[in-house]
């Protein structure tokens, strides 16, 4: 049995998605800037496809600026946010323990720039609470950014309380929405989002396209200089075919969201107890607040890398954390976060189960992970000592 469990790492295409690409490929290749007819074809596609994934998330089509994914959109909506911040001598930014290090990486580059920055925890359950964001805004704050969900234990965070703070305060607040869009609702004017990222293949679109939602009034700050495109925002030729499969995909995601989260819920649930029944094992992150596709385990006593290699032999893919860390020998920063220690954080699994799996495969998985886990505790000397009483066990 073949069962794919890493959509949180990428999904595979949709047939929307790729029969959308390939009809652009083949008959609206023109460049969108040009003047011709072809060109303006093409650009007559490009802006349907903007007015569309506009509408899903209730946003303008002048607020769309198409990407090449999260990361870069993650990375235009912060420096914009601090270059804003710099011009009216406001440079205190506040974020979460637990963010994508797309979000991390771009804050430390701010902190050399003289930025300081204040990462909320996330506790237990993998939630920020409301009265430590309230209580770390301060006259100088420019920016709040809070991913929507987690990429790796996949809880939710409570945006739309944080977006009515954050306009309250006076703060622009953007969302990393990257696992979020296509999966859960979104509607920036109701949650009070400035700016929002988003990634096409986390939701059955093509990798290396995506979007980025700012508010009318952000004037963004430019990554990549050159031609006018994007409203001079973002140079370079639009990728129509990635932008024309995004969008198909996106409303194939929206229009059958609620039935879909349904049924990865039931599956997420089912997976949920049967992975309990492991002794000394424990659920990353709240257990309700969470994607309706995400399941994420600590396996006390053994390496998360030895459980990928031997589910990958009997047919399951599967991580231990996101996919940009998966050759690191450190701990998911994401459950350091979360409080795990260093040892239990090693032995993580991570599924991120699709809208086609069904109960025969959930069965699959459990047994096969029980198999692994018992295999892999048997030559472990770290459980040899745990079950010597030589060290005391942290998951009980």
């Given at each position: 049995m073949q069962i794919y469990a890493d959509n949180a790492a990428t999904t595979k295409m949709s047939e929307?998605?790729?029969?959308?690409?390939?009809?652009?490929m083949r008959n609206w290749w023109g460049n969108p800037s040009s003047l011709y007819t072809i060109g303006q074809k093409a650009k007559e596609k490009l802006e349907e496809?903007?007015?569309?994934?506009?509408a899903i998330i209730n946003a303008s089509p002048r607020e769309i600026i198409f990407t090449s994914g999260g990361s870069e959109?993650?990375?235009?909506?912060?420096?914009?946010?601090a270059a804003k911040g710099n011009r009216s001598g406001k440079k205190h930014i506040i974020s979460s323990a637990f963010e994508?290090?797309?979000i991390l990486h771009t804050l430390n580059k701010l902190k050399k720039n003289g930025f300081e920055v204040t990462?909320?925890?996330?506790h237990e359950n993998g939630v920020i609470r409301l009265d430590e964001l309230e209580a770390a805004i301060r006259e100088d704050t420019c920016l709040v950014t809070i991913m929507t969900a987690n990429n790796?234990?996949?809880?939710?965070q409570p945006i739309a309380e944080i977006g009515e703070l954050c306009r309250r305060r006076g703060v622009?607040?953007?969302?990393?929405?990257?696992?979020a869009v296509g999966h859960l609702p979104i509607d920036v004017k109701a949650q009070n989002i400035d700016m929002l990222s988003a990634s096409a293949h986390k939701f059955h679109g093509p990798k290396g396209v995506g979007f980025l939602y700012a508010r009318k009034g952000i004037i963004l700050q430019n990554l990549i200089e050159g031609g006018a495109q994007e409203r001079g925002k973002r140079a370079g030729t639009e990728n129509l075919p990635g932008i024309t499969a995004m969008a198909a995909a996106l409303k194939e995601a929206a229009a059958n969201m609620e039935r879909d989260n349904a049924h990865k819920t039931e599956i997420r649930d089912y997976l949920i107890k049967g992975l309990s029944e492991i002794h000394h094992s424990a659920l990353n992150g709240d257990a309700k607040q969470r994607l309706a596709g995400n399941v994420n385990f600590s396996f006390e006593g053994i390496e998360g890398e030895s459980?990928?290699?031997l589910l990958d032999q009997m047919g399951i893919s599967a991580s231990s954390g996101s996919a940009c860390t998966s050759g690191a020998l450190d701990p998911s920063h994401v459950l350091l976060a979360i409080g795990r220690i260093h040892d239990v954080a090693h032995g993580s699994l991570r599924l991120t189960i699709g809208e086609d799996i069904t109960r025969e495969q959930a069965d699959y998985m459990i047994d096969s992970v029980k198999k692994v886990v018992a295999h892999l505790r048997s030559f472990s000397p770290v459980w040899r000592d745990l079950t010597e009483g030589k060290k005391e066990f942290i998951l009980k």
């Amino acid at each position: 049995m073949q069962i794919y469990a890493d959509n949180a790492a990428t999904t595979k295409m949709s047939e929307a998605a790729i029969e959308a690409m390939n009809d652009c490929m083949r008959n609206w290749w023109g460049n969108p800037s040009s003047l011709y007819t072809i060109g303006q074809k093409a650009k007559e596609k490009l802006e349907e496809a903007r007015e569309e994934i506009a509408a899903i998330i209730n946003a303008s089509p002048r607020e769309i600026i198409f990407t090449s994914g999260g990361s870069e959109s993650d990375n235009q909506a912060l420096l914009t946010a601090a270059a804003k911040g710099n011009r009216s001598g406001k440079k205190h930014i506040i974020s979460s323990a637990f963010e994508h290090h797309a979000i991390l990486h771009t804050l430390n580059k701010l902190k050399k720039n003289g930025f300081e920055v204040t990462l909320l925890p996330v506790h237990e359950n993998g939630v920020i609470r409301l009265d430590e964001l309230e209580a770390a805004i301060r006259e100088d704050t420019c920016l709040v950014t809070i991913m929507t969900a987690n990429n790796e234990i996949g809880t939710i965070q409570p945006i739309a309380e944080i977006g009515e703070l954050c306009r309250r305060r006076g703060v622009i607040f953007h969302t990393d929405a990257v696992q979020a869009v296509g999966h859960l609702p979104i509607d920036v004017k109701a949650q009070n989002i400035d700016m929002l990222s988003a990634s096409a293949h986390k939701f059955h679109g093509p990798k290396g396209v995506g979007f980025l939602y700012a508010r009318k009034g952000i004037i963004l700050q430019n990554l990549i200089e050159g031609g006018a495109q994007e409203r001079g925002k973002r140079a370079g030729t639009e990728n129509l075919p990635g932008i024309t499969a995004m969008a198909a995909a996106l409303k194939e995601a929206a229009a059958n969201m609620e039935r879909d989260n349904a049924h990865k819920t039931e599956i997420r649930d089912y997976l949920i107890k049967g992975l309990s029944e492991i002794h000394h094992s424990a659920l990353n992150g709240d257990a309700k607040q969470r994607l309706a596709g995400n399941v994420n385990f600590s396996f006390e006593g053994i390496e998360g890398e030895s459980i990928l290699i031997l589910l990958d032999q009997m047919g399951i893919s599967a991580s231990s954390g996101s996919a940009c860390t998966s050759g690191a020998l450190d701990p998911s920063h994401v459950l350091l976060a979360i409080g795990r220690i260093h040892d239990v954080a090693h032995g993580s699994l991570r599924l991120t189960i699709g809208e086609d799996i069904t109960r025969e495969q959930a069965d699959y998985m459990i047994d096969s992970v029980k198999k692994v886990v018992a295999h892999l505790r048997s030559f472990s000397p770290v459980w040899r000592d745990l079950t010597e009483g030589k060290k005391e066990f942290i998951l009980k």
